[in-house]
């Protein structure tokens, strides 16, 4: 026990030398942004270890926020992605699937092999994730340690470093940190790709778009671990990223560059299917047809919308669009219906079964019938609402015509960009949860509009400076496009939405890699545009 204790120790005198050592390095690069490094590296650990001791010894300081045992209300599953960990780490049985985040939870696992078992290992583990974030931005950015030509970086990592969900969530055993540097990785690979737009046949041409391949598609196989669904958001926004380019913006021969997307598009996509998540199934089947691909997004999208809507939650928002539930009960069967359907038809494809087999045959094991209208014991004079489902009025706000479909998506787009008071004083919101946070999470929204808007901002002035980078700024515009509109359709419990939204920002924030003074020097590979470009 003694040798292990001491092996610990000398585990986190290691990992502590090299955060200093990540901590030299931005400084002598750049003096403001080793500032803000510094600074955020004692903001972090002293925010993480003064929240553990308030609850940890109940200490009368939002007293209604603690859950106890060194763990806070506003991160109910911190406690259990912890006791996972550590039970792991003790008995040996990594990497067995059995959680609701495999990845994460077998990484602070090992992590804990490492450093010991201790709540405060996991924040030691998103410290030394953010610090390798940043490095990697400045090494990717290459400052000159000029205040002027550097300061997107500088906006960038101040964006990172002090948003108050990032920050909230990196002092807790949660998944949000690793993801975050998953969702930064699968980002920076573009980088590496985007040389397949230009012409060029090198050798460290080819090296570069192997790299990103592999940066994207670990970034993915890993993501599934956490959360399933992002790197089908991943490989369709590259899919969709690789056909403009195909039309616009390429220099490079079609040929060569349609084998170039392909084998990218194909590596990438195994990447996924033999990662961890059990989203992309669903959607294999689909890539029979380009125009049903999209159909099963959609209504993947609908019957997760369906499932947040009812399945009610402190801070769940329900808008009602219509009087009566009759047409969002109905749909919400329908949709179950057609998700049932979609799981037959990907395990027949998966399994090599014919499309016209029985289904019963095919049936998987993980899904269970469809549930139908109950009979269950309601209030008189409602409609019937599927068995184990929410109250009636949550089926009142289920979008059925394309009208509702948009309402549903400005409300949540709303709550993405706009303060919640302000949204709540307009649309009449109320919410019963919230435990005081909500002006915290105003707070961090407007935080979040100001920085997204001033790395905009850059893009747009410094535009003429992306060069050669332009497929890794479309890439995350992109990306983060598509993940804010599929977060405010498909999540309505406001908590989890302010917890989900830096996957919308970082994308951006990753952006001012591309406005580096050194961007032709970094890449080698010149922008052959025309010259008023």
């Not at 970086?153 to 690793?178: N, R």
């Not at 959360?227 to 969709?240: C, V």
Request: glycine share 10%; charged share 10%; net charge positive.
């Amino acid at each position: 026990m003694v040798l292990g204790y001491m092996g610990h120790v000398a585990a986190m005198l290691v990992f502590g030398w090299l955060v200093l050592v990540s901590y030299r390095y931005v400084a002598a690069r750049s003096r403001v942004m080793g500032n803000v490094l510094a600074l955020a590296i004692v903001v972090r650990a002293a925010l993480g270890v003064a929240l553990f001791w308030i609850s940890y010894s109940d200490l009368p300081i939002a007293e209604s926020l603690q859950s106890g045992d060194g763990f806070w209300q506003p991160a109910p599953d911190a406690a259990g992605y912890y006791l996972r960990a550590a039970d792991a780490a003790d008995a040996g049985t990594l990497f067995d699937g059995s959680s609701a985040a495999p990845f994460y939870v077998d990484t602070l696992a090992l992590w804990m092999n490492v450093v010991g078992i201790s709540p405060a290992a996991a924040m030691f583990l998103n410290l030394c994730l953010y610090v390798a974030l940043m490095v990697s931005l400045i090494w990717f950015f290459r400052p000159v340690n000029e205040w002027r030509p550097d300061l997107p970086c500088i906006v960038g990592v101040v964006a990172y470093s002090f948003s108050p969900v990032v920050l909230l969530h990196s002092t807790q055993p949660l998944k949000e940190e690793l993801f975050s540097v998953l969702v930064a990785i699968a980002c920076l690979g573009m980088l590496g790709i985007g040389r397949l737009m230009y012409s060029g046949t090198g050798a460290g041409q080819q090296r570069a778009v192997a790299t990103g391949a592999v940066a994207i598609t670990v970034a993915m196989v890993a993501g599934a671990g956490i959360r399933a669904y992002y790197p089908i958001i991943t490989w369709s926004t590259l899919a969709l990223v690789l056909a403009i380019f195909a039309i616009f913006g390429r220099t490079a021969p079609l040929p060569r560059y349609l084998a170039g997307s392909a084998a990218v598009l194909m590596g990438t996509w195994l990447g996924l299917v033999t990662g961890p998540g059990t989203s992309y199934w669903m959607l294999a089947p689909g890539l029979r047809s380009i125009a049903e691909f999209p159909s099963r997004l959609v209504t993947m999208a609908q019957v997760s919308r369906t499932g947040f809507l009812t399945s009610g939650g402190g801070t769940n928002i329900v808008v009602p669009l219509r009087s009566d539930a009759a047409a969002g009960t109905a749909r919400s069967s329908q949709l179950r219906e057609e998700s049932h359907e979609m799981a037959l038809d990907a395990t027949a494809w998966l399994t090599g079964a014919r499309r016209d087999a029985p289904r019963a045959s095919v049936r998987p094991a993980s899904v269970p019938p469809a549930s139908q209208p109950g009979s269950s014991s309601q209030a008189p004079g409602t409609e019937p609402a599927p068995q184990g489902f929410g109250p009636v009025s949550h089926f009142r706000a289920i979008p059925v015509t394309g009208v509702e479909q948009l309402r549903v998506l400005a409300t949540g787009l709303g709550l993405i960009f706009v303060p919640f008071s302000v949204m709540q004083s307009v649309l009449g919101i109320e919410i019963p949860g919230g435990q005081g946070l909500l002006s915290i999470a105003d707070a961090d929204t407007i935080y979040l509009d100001i920085v997204t808007l001033v790395v905009l901002a850059f893009l747009w002035r410094r535009r003429h400076g992306i060069g050669n980078r332009l497929p890794f700024v479309v890439f995350g515009l992109t990306l983060s496009a598509v993940t804010a509109v599929l977060l405010g359709y498909v999540v309505t419990n406001y908590g989890t939405l302010w917890r989900m939204r830096p996957l919308v920002a970082i994308p951006l924030w990753v952006l001012v890699v591309a406005l580096s003074p050194r961007a032709h020097e970094a890449t080698g590979v010149r922008h052959q545009a025309p010259a008023a470009t």
